[in-house]
């Protein structure tokens, strides 16, 4: 976690996210970056049924008939789960997103990187109604990480949200409804400009 600084910052916007968002978001990059893997050893697999299934026809009075059959089982049980794992991760995931649905986030967006994460309520009980009799606001903690932008770094810009990833291992989710349309140009030109090929608009035009 970084330390939290305001210095050259571009944009600051405070946001919550939608629980059917984070799962449309987050259904979107299992289609890129899931999906066609698993499709693709799905149809390998298909593929070795469909030569194993031509050898129990064709195969004559030596064929292996039983043999075959345990492949051809082997293959659709494994074709199974290629097909139930991403379905479970996704809702294992919205389960844990269920719990935390309400909590707040905090983009920020500086010129060589930016800083993304939770907004935590004050740790300390007794200050925040210190602060309330004095008619000040307690300040909130900032859990934030910062990402410097690097190839790795990639933005994809949706209908509803951006969704930001590292090297699809993790991701973030930002509503575009937390920002003018003014702002949103300026993430638009500001990302475009620091990640080139890196930023993409997937709204289906």
């Known amino acids: ?9 571009l944009l600051e916007k405070q946001y919550k996210i939608p629980f059917e968002m984070f799962r449309e978001a987050f259904t979107a990059f299992q289609k ?28 004559g009075e030596q064929a292996n008939r ?26 294992t995931l919205m389960e844990g997103v269920k719990e935390i ?12 990187y930016l800083e993304i994460g939770t907004i935590l309520p004050p740790e ?10 004095f008619d ?8 934030g990480t910062r990402i410097h932008y690097n190839k790795g770094l990639h933005v994809d810009e949706y209908a509803g949200f951006f969704l930001i990833y590292q090297q699809k291992s993790m991701i973030y989710v930002v509503p575009k409804s937390a920002f003018s349309e003014e702002e949103l140009e300026i993430l ?10 890196n930023f993409q608009s997937r709204i289906k035009k």
């Open 66 to 91: 039983t043999l075959y059959c345990m492949i051809i089982l082997f293959c659709l049980i494994m074709m199974f789960f290629q097909w139930f794992t991403p379905l479970k991760a996704r809702r």
């Open 1 to 9: 976690m970084s330390e939290p600084t305001t210095e050259g910052m």
């Open 124 to 133: 300390d009980a007794k200050a925040a109604e210190t602060d309330d009799l």
């Open 32 to 59: 890129r970056f899931v999906y066609p893997k698993t499709y693709l050893v799905m149809g390998l697999l298909l593929v070795i049924c469909g030569i194993y299934a031509w050898f129990i026809v064709n195969g």
């Open 136 to 143: 000040d606001t307690p300040e909130e903690d900032f859990s």
């Open 101 to 112: 649905e309400n909590d707040e986030y905090r983009l920020r967006i500086f010129p060589e």
């Open 188 to 197: 638009r030109v500001h990302f475009s400009k620091r990640l080139e090929k």
